[in-house]
């Protein structure tokens, strides 16, 4: 139950449209923040439902924001795409104050997007969220061969592992000779 | 949809892993060398791995450890090495797949498994009644090593002998279900097993047209006490003699120190080794301590 509009995060945000609360809603006025994605659309989200990730939740407790500057500045997360943000921002609703079930259907089943989805929930450290991604990403190669995983999960063969490595190694050689021939330059 | 799974941050790569049942992380674990160590570093625990001979082919069961013998448990996987081509088959509930690894032959999955597992050898290698006993060298060559063999009830005795003669020097412990030398076991007791059972129920092992008296286990317990170790060599031993209960416990210890302890009686060597002697209603049972 999100509510997602225009706006940076450096200016302040216009009101953003919220969902009907639902009935059981706590009598104690409720603190809400806001997130914003690579796509800038301004999310936002109750203190209850952010809890899930350890990385906002500890963002809120350091900077203790009141609703006003929490409103004027959204947190960044300039690294995840607005429609990923959206479906973790959508999970954490969901699953606002409820313990989480051993699995979860309302998962995406977007496969494409399911890679992403795992970045963003690491990087906002929702662990539930990241266990149900991580499982799904098995789901995806469940009874395949080994010809059938390599394809779905792009994995390189031994040739192309030791044809990076060896690239690897000689732009690690590139890169230390030109830095030694740089800082003979700045000697002299 | 593709996606990089190796890109994905350690942690949840790991975790994905550990996700997997143990026939998808064997099947991640044949991609590539990476994936092989990945797989390993899972540290995922199995349960001893079993293998079976059959006529021309080896079974190995693989069982994951968080069996709890109840309905959810997950199923043991199955996978079959033919003597005649080196791909493995399994079955996972979905047809038989073979699965082919460039370079791979039959000892190679074995170690591979074992390999990734982190286990150091099979743990028990069953010989069926239709396995060919032209199959044995091979059978060698694939499982070098392993802890215990186990030669069926149903075999031959030709292929029990055979079996025994090529295999018990690689095992550490023998389990024969049959009695191919009939009650001469004095040549099985020549190799250096941890243990060797004789599980043939039907027709246990008997010493026929054999007195033993009071004076034979006297005997008996003098050569231990001179730590005569090709004599006795079984860490336990039971006897079931029929009207032990008038046993001479004087004549049985003639001789020989010993410390009373209600039934039991306890032996100490000069090299410290201790026997435990218990005399009951129908038996007498020697441990070494």
């Keep these: 139950m999100s509510s997602t509009e225009q706006g940076t995060s450096s200016a302040a945000p216009a009101e953003p449209t919220t969902a009907p609360e639902s009935a059981a809603a706590p009598e104690v006025p409720e603190s809400f923040y806001y997130v914003h994605g690579k796509d800038k659309v301004v999310h936002k989200v109750s203190a209850g439902a952010l809890q899930h990730s350890a990385l906002i939740h500890g963002m809120i407790s350091n900077l203790g924001y009141t609703e006003e500057q929490a409103k004027a500045n959204p947190f960044p997360f300039e690294n995840i795409d607005g429609d990923i943000l959206q479906m973790v921002v959508d999970w954490c609703n969901q699953h606002k104050g409820k313990p989480t079930p051993p699995e979860d259907t309302n998962l995406p089943k977007q496969k494409e997007k399911l890679f992403d989805l795992v970045l963003a929930v690491n990087y906002l450290e929702i662990k539930e969220l990241l266990t149900y991604c991580c499982k799904q990403v098995a789901m995806m190669v469940k009874g395949k061969s080994p010809e059938e995983i390599r394809e779905i999960w792009m994995i390189p063969t031994d040739a192309e592992d030791e044809a990076a490595e060896k690239e690897a190694k000689k732009r690690a050689g590139k890169e230390a000779a030109g830095e030694t021939a740089a800082a003979a330059g700045d000697a002299k | ?289």
């Design chain 2, 1 to 289: 949809m593709p996606i990089r799974l190796l890109s994905l941050p350690e942690k949840d790569l790991q975790y994905t892993l550990n996700c997997m049942d143990i026939g998808d992380l064997i099947a991640f674990s044949l991609c590539s060398k990476r994936t092989k160590n990945l797989a390993k570093f899972s540290n995922r625990r199995i349960g001893p791995i079993v293998a079976d001979v059959y006529q021309n082919y080896i079974c190995l069961e693989i069982r994951p450890t968080e069996v709890r013998r109840v309905q959810d448990d997950p199923d043991p996987l199955f996978m079959y090495l033919d003597f005649s081509n080196p791909q493995i088959k399994l079955d996972r509930k979905k047809g038989i797949e073979a699965w082919r690894k460039e370079g791979f032959a039959h000892h190679d999955w074995i170690a591979h498994f074992l390999s990734i597992f982190k286990g150091s050898l099979i743990d028990q290698l069953g010989i069926n009644d239709v396995c060919s006993i032209s199959h044995l060298d091979i059978v060698k060559r694939i499982i070098p090593k392993f802890r215990k063999l186990k030669i069926m009830e149903l075999c031959s005795t030709e292929l029990t002998k055979m079996t025994f003669l090529k295999l018990a020097p690689i095992a550490e412990e023998v389990e024969i279900a049959n009695k191919p030398f009939g009650n001469d076991i004095s040549q099985l007791l020549s190799y250096n097993l941890k243990a060797l059972t004789f599980s043939d129920w039907r027709t246990p092992l008997e010493l026929n047209n054999v007195i033993i008296t009071e004076k034979e286990l006297n005997r008996f317990l003098k050569l231990w006490m001179k730590s005569n170790h090709r004599f006795y060599r079984p860490k336990y031993i039971k006897l079931y003699l029929p009207l032990i209960d008038d046993i001479n416990q004087e004549e049985l210890f003639k001789g020989i120190k010993y410390r009373d302890m209600d039934y039991q009686y306890r032996l100490t060597r000069a090299d410290g080794k201790e026997l435990l002697i218990t005399i009951s209603w129908s038996s007498v049972d020697f441990m070494v301590l």
